[in-house]
């Protein structure tokens, strides 16, 4: 059984090229939002697309955007 994608993305592949990547530099508790910008997400809003319109955008250490969920909508990390 196939898993729905988030809707944000605009394919089957783009995600799962995202998802490939995310293992190799583990994006953190925001998971896929963690690599949106502000710009994508408000095209994602208008088209009804954005599963967390709320998220908010830092620059981190490095001088990179950073897409942060709020704290409840975060995915949680089981070990």
Not at 42 to 69: L, N, W
């Amino acid at each position: 059984m196939r898993h729905a994608i988030p809707r944000c993305f605009s394919s089957r592949r783009q995600f799962e090229l995202w998802m490939a990547a995310a293992r190799e530099c583990s994006p953190g508790g925001s998971a896929y939002c963690t690599d949106c910008t502000p710009a994508y997400r408000q095209q994602m809003v208008e088209q009804g697309r954005c599963a967390y319109p709320s998220t908010t955008f830092v620059i981190d250490a490095q001088g990179f955007v950073e897409g942060r969920r709020p704290p409840p909508q975060r995915v949680r990390a089981y070990r």
